[in-house]
Structure formats: structure tokens, C-alpha cells
């Protein structure tokens, strides 16, 4: 998309401004599935959650039960938290056997046709080259510019580049290591995020200030720091986006960044990509209202109708980061289904891949993607490049969808989340009817989705020679992946399909139905 008389005004052109020209840019819109690399630090303790960094300095977590393990692990593993805090996790982090060129190779081969990696999560720790924040991977623990070499592989595979920052509620989330052990020996004893630089002499982080990382304790906090910390918020992203030329800035939390800081590092994201590349073909992502230029997010959910406009649900397998005491919420059948109830409902999927600590893939969820890979292959024609039909599915079987929010932050997505966000369905959810469809249309053809298939006839209503979406005549079924000749019937009641034994192969069926050009919504 070409907005030459934008770009040509001598002022760079503000928010509104740019909202009047902007629109979500194709490589996302038919790109349908998307690769997340939700990785960092707290990826190296292969038990304790996902905020092990929190909770390890917690004895009691409270209601968030998904991090008891992470203080009795700390103190088996790296020792107390007032010694060994996670400043000394990142130290031995090393992500060794990361091979950026392998793993975009991979993702791209099961069908992602976009890749976004975690720049900077709760924890405050850069995953990039910062020149704004000492706590960086290149100054500690791998010593790489991660960010830099997803962004060179991710060039080199033509996938566009995305970036993900949660770092907005650092100063919060970090409080706990600011306490201290209520019992046991060494009870009142402070954990290090009361540590200062000058307590570095002579150890591995002589020169950084934990600080810088933790924050300062909360009786030193003033107002002009909390707005020094915000300036540097904005200064670290706006570099971000400009030196790895990012595709997609993804938000965590709900509304902008800080206010109008995150607005600010928007804007400057799309001015500069508006003034390097002639075009907006970029995306700010995340759960903020009433703002038509940002992709809407629905976490781990999906949305209960087709919406007018392009979204994108995220999923993972366990809690983000890998962990090996948390059971796997999903199967590659619960992915499929998913995935395949969002694009017929003009969303996309961001799945995210739980890295080892060395920057491999764990081999059990290696597993799930082969075969999530084998589907894409597959299906392929009915998932790029498509749109939602009229309606999206049929033979609803009234499964509802459940709120689960026990793994994650419970009081903020019971305040601001919406009634999609943390409605899943997972391997412990009923199965769907074996009539269950969605549709999607692709190139004039309508593609019928069964989510739960077995081998006898399914009678689709939406498709009778008399439903109110008047599908026309349909003069050839097929199914995808196989050459056998499926047999059909129309009529007014609906369209009769004779569902093969095999079909699906125990996974999501797609079936193509031809007859007269279909339309999208």
C-alpha cells in the first residue's frame, strides 16, 4: 500500500494521520498462521512457571498457585534469593545451541507464514542489542543479539518479522524481590534486588547495577524516576523498531504501554517504516480498545462470531515458557480445531513455540507441530489467503466456551479482559459433534471444515438449495489429500456429504465444494 502524499508532507505524519490511510497489510491478512518464540531467561528453570522470576522471591504465592514451585526450585538450583537472585539466572542462561537459520527453516516448512520473537518480557531483560539498558543477552548470560539473529534468518526466509514486549509492568511485578523470607533461617534477610552496584566489586556483574534491572527498592521511587523509567521505556523501543526493521510490534497487558509513551512508540514505529520503505504494511498488535489501527489480540480464546475486521488469537502448550511440571494444554487435534475456528472467523492464529533453555525445541512438542505441519500442507489452499463465508460453521453442537484464567494473571483478566480471552478449548474440553463444520472461501470456492470427522453421511443445512445464505448448485465435492471421489446430495434440507472412513486421518477434515463463485463475507 502506497501513501505517497503522506509520506510527502515535511512533517511525519501523527497518529490520526496515519490511522486515515492505514490498513492491515496482506502479508497478515493471508498469512493466517504465525510462529511465536515466547523465550528468554526465565526459560532456564525447567520448572516454576511462567513468572519464575516473580515468584521466585514469593514463599507464598497467593492464588497464583501456577508459581508455587518456583522458591523451592530457586533454592535447590541456584540458592537463596538473597544471594542468588535472577540476576544469576540470566548469568547461566546461554541459549547454546540456538541456530536462528534452522528453526525459521522449520517453522516456515509447517506452514507459519510469520515469526515473532519476545524482546523484552515482564522481567525487564532485553533480548536484543539495547544501547539503552545494560541487561541485556549480549552484555550477560548468552551473549548474542537474539533479536538480531531471528531477524537476520527471518530476511533470509522472507518471513515477516515480529516482536513482542511485556515490560511495561515491571516496576510492580518486581516488588517481590524487594522482601524477604517471612520464616525459616534466614527469615527477614533481604533478597538482592536491594543490591547496588558498588556490591558488585569483584563478582561476575561488577559494573551493572541491579537496579537497572530490578528497579530501585519502592522506598526510593519518586516521581521523577518512575518518569525516567518511562523515557527509557520509549527510548529502548523506538530503537527496537527501527534497528531490527520489525513487521509487527506485539503488546502484552491491556491498553498502550504507559499511555501515551506506548502510543508514541507506535506512531514512531510506522513513521519510520512509512519513511524507510514508502508504505504501512506493518502491524502494532495487542488488547487496546477503540483504536482501528491495532490489531486486536484475544489470548489464549477466540471470538464467539466473524468480526469485521482482522484479529489474532495466541496460544501455547504449557504456560509460555517450558516447563516440564505443567502438563500440555493442547494436542495437535486442539490446535487444528482452533486454528481452524479462527480463520473462519477472519482471525489468525500466533502460536507460540516453549524453546528449550539451549534454544532447541522440546521433542514432545516437536511432535505436535510435525503434525500440525502435515495438516497446513495438506489443507493448504482452503487456509492462505482466505475469507470468512457468510457464516462461519454449522451443526453447532452448544459446546460453550469456558473462561480459565488459574494460570495466569487471574485479577487483570477478570478486570479488563474481554469474555474471549482465556476461552480455549483444550485436550480436557469436550469433543466437537462429528457434524460440526466451518467454512472458509478461497478463489471462488467454498472449503467446509468438519472438526471431529467419522466415516458415514453428514448433512450440512447451510447448504440447501433453500438456505437463506443461497448457496447455488454444488456440482463437485472433493476432499483434500485424497484422489477418492466423494459422494453428495442437495437438496432443500442441505448439502449430503458421504464422509470416508479415513477422512482427516484423525484430524480436521477440509472439504472443497464447487459450484457457483462463493463470496466472502
Do not use: C
Not at 137 to 149: C, E, F, S, W
Not at 352 to 362: A, K, R
Not at 458 to 470: C, D, E, K, M, V
Request: aromatic share 14%; net charge neutral; no cysteine.
Amino acid at each position: 500500500m502506497i501513501v505517497s502524499h503522506v509520506a510527502a508532507q515535511q512533517q511525519a505524519p501523527n497518529w490520526e494521520q496515519l490511522s486515515k490511510e492505514y490498513r492491515f497489510p496482506k502479508w497478515f491478512t493471508e498469512a493466517k498462521l504465525g510462529i511465536w518464540v515466547h523465550w528468554g531467561a526465565q526459560s532456564l528453570p525447567d520448572s516454576g512457571g511462567g513468572w519464575y522470576a516473580r515468584h521466585m522471591y514469593m514463599q507464598d504465592v497467593g492464588n497464583q498457585k501456577f508459581g508455587a514451585n518456583a522458591y523451592p526450585y530457586h533454592l535447590r538450583h541456584f540458592g537463596h534469593p538473597s544471594e542468588k537472585g535472577f540476576k544469576d539466572v540470566i548469568h547461566e542462561w546461554k541459549a547454546e545451541r540456538l541456530n536462528t537459520d534452522s528453526l525459521m527453516r522449520y517453522f516456515k516448512h509447517i506452514g507459519a507464514r510469520y515469526f515473532v520473537a519476545l524482546a523484552s518480557h515482564h522481567d525487564h531483560f532485553d533480548n536484543f542489542n539495547s544501547t539503552y539498558h545494560a541487561w541485556n543477552t549480549v552484555n550477560v548470560g548468552p551473549h548474542k543479539d537474539i533479536i538480531g539473529l531471528f531477524r537476520q534468518s527471518a530476511t533470509k526466509y522472507h518471513m515477516p518479522f515480529g516482536v513482542s514486549s511485556h515490560d511495561d509492568r515491571f516496576m510492580s511485578w518486581w516488588l517481590p524481590a524487594f522482601g524477604a523470607d517471612t520464616s525459616g533461617p534466614k527469615k527477614g534477610v533481604k533478597y538482592d534486588g536491594y543490591l547496588t552496584k558498588a556490591d558488585g566489586v569483584g563478582k561476575w556483574w561488577e559494573g551493572l547495577d541491579p537496579a537497572d534491572l530490578y528497579g530501585l527498592p519502592p522506598e526510593k521511587r519518586t516521581p521523577e524516576w518512575i518518569e525516567s523509567v518511562k523515557k527509557n521505556w520509549l527510548d529502548r523501543h523506538v530503537e527496537l523498531v527501527t534497528k531490527y526493521d520489525v513487521d509487527m510490534l506485539w503488546f502484552d497487558g491491556y491498553g498502550f504501554p504507559y499511555g501515551n509513551y506506548g502510543k508514541e512508540a507506535s506512531t514512531k514505529f510506522l513513521q519510520q517504516h512509512l519513511q524507510k520503505h514508502h508504505n504501512l504494511s506493518v502491524v502494532v498488535a495487542g488488547k487496546i480498545q477503540e483504536e482501528p489501527m491495532v490489531l486486536r489480540d484475544i489470548e489464549r480464546g477466540g471470538s464467539a462470531v466473524i468480526l469485521p475486521y482482522p484479529w489474532q488469537g495466541t496460544m501455547t502448550f504449557t504456560h509460555w515458557f517450558y516447563k516440564k511440571e505443567i502438563p500440555s494444554r493442547h494436542n495437535a487435534r486442539t490446535v487444528i480445531e482452533s486454528f481452524t475456528d479462527m480463520i473462519s472467523k477472519n482471525g489468525n492464529l500466533l502460536l507460540n513455540v516453549e524453546l528449550l533453555p539451549d534454544g532447541t525445541i522440546p521433542a514432545d512438542h516437536k511432535l505436535i507441530l510435525d503434525t500440525i505441519g502435515w495438516w497446513m500442507n495438506r489443507n493448504k489452499e482452503a487456509i492462505y489467503g482466505s475469507s470468512p463465508w457468510q457464516t462461519f460453521g454449522d451443526n453447532f453442537h452448544g459446546i460453550q466456551r469456558k473462561r480459565d484464567v488459574s494460570i495466569t494473571d487471574a485479577e487483570a483478566a477478570q478486570q479488563h479482559g474481554t469474555a474471549e480471552d482465556f476461552n480455549e478449548r483444550t485436550i480436557k474440553s469436550p469433543m466437537y459433534s462429528n457434524q460440526e463444520v466451518r467454512f472458509t472461501v478461497n478463489k471462488g470456492n467454498l472449503y467446509v471444515f468438519v472438526l471431529n470427522p467419522t466415516g458415514g453421511n453428514l448433512l450440512i443445512p447451510a447448504l440447501g438449495l433453500t438456505s437463506t445464505y443461497h448457496p447455488g448448485n454444488i456440482r463437485k465435492v472433493s476432499l483434500l489429500g485424497s484422489k477418492q471421489k466423494i459422494a453428495f446430495k442437495q437438496d432443500e434440507e442441505g448439502l449430503q456429504i458421504t464422509v470416508p472412513s479415513e477422512a482427516g486421518e484423525g484430524y480436521t477434515a477440509v472439504f472443497k465444494i464447487e459450484g457457483k463463485h462463493f463470496s466472502q463475507r
